[in-house]
Antibody
């Protein structure tokens, strides 16, 4: 069974930093891109960032570009989201999701079938 | 970036009804369109991928159609467990984008 388990959320002051982790199991982790999606309280879904299976390509929403960094450790089957310069508007539940299938340098888009349970990030003084 | 315009934002219906939700992309996305259902406090659940393909385990009362820029999700014979919020998402190109959601409520 494919599983994704996020961790690392919590309360942080504006301007602070936090690193989220997403541990994957049940599939060949290095063969898939991974994405982070967030949802502010009472709001809709917002795609945040993605990373290719090899880690060689990364993508960001404009709202987090320059502040957030996505990375992965294929030996540990884990994807990370380093969040710096946090703002109140970054307050949200953050989900990781299994993204497209990657073969060599190419990744093929697939929809997000598998999601984690989410981890809450609260940015407040 | 590709904008996804989803309508209506809310919808009131009765048990047994059939409803349709639409999603329009600001540019062509072929069939790289997914639909999700989300209930309060839960992660989104994938219903439809590639515009019209049903995810494994999802009942056939859910159906999707469309290609290019215009897409629909139809839910037939509504049951109490179907009342939730539904989102479309394009995965044609990064940044992937979601519609703003449709909250389906019991009339």
């Amino acid at each position: 069974e494919e599983q994704l388990l996020e961790s690392g959320g919590g309360l942080v002051q504006p301007g602070g930093s936090l690193r989220l982790s997403c541990a994957a199991s049940g599939f060949t982790f290095s063969s898939y891109a991974m994405s982070w999606v967030r949802q502010a309280p009472g709001k809709g879904l917002e795609w945040v960032s993605a990373i290719s299976g090899s880690g060689g390509s990364t993508y960001y929403a404009d709202s987090v570009k320059g502040r957030f960094t996505i990375s992965r450790d294929n030996a540990k089957n884990t994807v990370y989201l380093q969040m710096n310069s946090l703002r109140a508007e970054d307050t949200a539940v953050y989900y990781c999701a299994k993204d497209g299938y990657c073969s060599g340098a190419n990744c093929y888009p697939t929809s997000f079938r598998d999601w984690g349970q989410g981890t809450l990030v609260t940015v407040s003084s | 970036d590709i904008q996804m315009t989803q309508s209506p934002s809310s919808l009131s219906a009765s048990v047994g009804d059939r409803v349709t939700i639409t999603c329009r992309a600001s540019q062509g996305i072929s069939n790289y369109l997914a639909w999700f259902q989300q209930k309060p406090g839960k992660a989104p659940k994938s219903l439809i991928y590639a515009a019209s393909s049903l995810q494994s385990g999802v009942p056939s009362k859910f159906s999707g159609s469309g290609s290019g820029t215009d897409f629909t999700l139809t839910i037939s014979s509504l049951q109490p467990e179907d009342f939730a919020t539904y989102y479309c998402q394009q995965y044609n190109s990064y940044p992937y984008t979601f519609g703003r959601g449709t909250k389906l409520e019991i009339k």
